[in-house]
């Protein structure tokens, strides 16, 4: 896997990079593109590579919540912050069962899995990779995040037959800087690369709204782009802004700046997962329409994302419905890495 560096010590200034696929200039070009013209980019990317009606439905929950050593500004899970989130012990793999066959009856086709550690440890990995087996043996698409993983976890996730290994970029290499101190973007970089050397399937994106720039937004999904594959999943995540995290008062992005992220996705990223994410619960219908139209063919789907809400199951199948849309479990063909 070829990705680009980052220099801890650059934090405030352009991180050197290796070649990158697609440059911050050339995606903020996209960005500043009116928006009809953008959208109808974005569009004919997407119906190059899906069916434009068609969506692929995952249910994530929180198998470890709370207690999280990391300081990132934006998550109620951080130990650095009082948000009430009290630190919880991992959940029993019944339990965890019991959830993933819930989700699937209501219509989900992949099950992620999310628990709030720096780093698993051991006996941690071995309790999730039981999991994995239990939900993969139900039919479900598998996913989980655990934070920065080394290249034997990586490999013992997928023998117990993980799909997807979600660790995110969060933002700009130029940005990172003003929300996370306890780990480097290299840290995150690092374990994509043991993710991806292992066979597993990347789901990594990141979170807009945190008070950065349209020039930051850019850099960010440069990144993205710029990973050699490029992910299958891209979650793009609104901001919530969570009492107690530093990032409360942080103002709203305006949201067709929101919609025009997910169509840089699209055109930077042509046969990726790009998926609605955390925030969409504040997300009017005609918002979450025009995400898709933007080329979003992915949504968290249920009743709890994290810890943070997410629209009932009823109400995303009447909204799907209106829309003409339809889950789809089909997978596109492997992500190149090529611009359209």
Same mark, same amino acid.
């Given at each position: ?222 990144? #993205?782009?710029? #990973? ?77 994302? #994290? ?34």
């Amino acid at each position: 896997m070829h990705i680009s560096t980052f220099d801890a010590s650059a934090i405030g200034r352009p991180a050197a990079r290796l070649p990158m696929r697609w440059a911050p200039e050339q995606v903020l070009a996209l960005y500043e593109l009116p928006f009809a013209d953008l959208l109808f980019r974005a569009q004919q990317v997407h119906r190059e590579h899906f069916d434009a009606n068609a969506i692929q439905l995952s249910s994530l929950l929180s198998i470890k919540t709370g207690g999280c050593p990391e300081d990132c500004a934006y998550c109620p899970q951080s130990a650095h912050f009082d948000t009430g989130v009290a630190a919880g012990k991992l959940m029993p793999r019944d339990e965890v069962v019991r959830a993933a066959r819930a989700a699937q009856a209501a219509g989900a086709q992949r099950f992620c899995m999310g628990a709030a550690w720096r780093s698993p440890k051991p006996h941690h990995l071995e309790e999730v990779a039981e999991m994995v087996r239990a939900v993969k043996a139900l039919g479900l698409e598998t996913c989980v995040t655990l934070g920065m993983l080394q290249k034997g976890q990586a490999e013992q996730l997928r023998q117990a037959g993980l799909d997807y290994y979600n660790h995110n970029l969060d933002t700009s290499p130029e940005f990172y800087g003003s929300i996370i101190s306890t780990r480097t973007y290299q840290d995150r970089l690092d374990t994509l690369e043991h993710v991806r050397g292992a066979g597993l399937k990347v789901c990594c994106g990141g979170i807009v709204g945190m008070g950065e720039s349209r020039v930051e937004r850019a850099g960010l999904i440069a990144q #993205l782009a710029s #990973l050699d594959p490029y992910p299958e999943s891209v979650p793009i995540n609104n901001l919530v802004q969570v009492a107690g995290t530093p990032l409360e008062s942080t103002p709203t992005l305006d949201p067709l700046e929101f919609v025009r992220t997910i169509a840089v996705a699209r055109i930077t990223m042509p046969r990726a997962r790009v998926r609605l994410s955390a925030g969409r619960e504040s997300m009017s219908e005609a918002l979450q329409a025009l995400c898709f139209l933007a080329g979003a063919n992915s949504l968290f789907y249920g009743e709890q994302l #994290l810890t943070t809400g997410n629209p009932q199951v009823q109400a995303d199948q009447r909204l799907l419905e209106r829309l003409g849309m339809a889950p789809d479990g089909g997978t596109p063909a492997a992500a190149t890495g090529e611009r359209t």
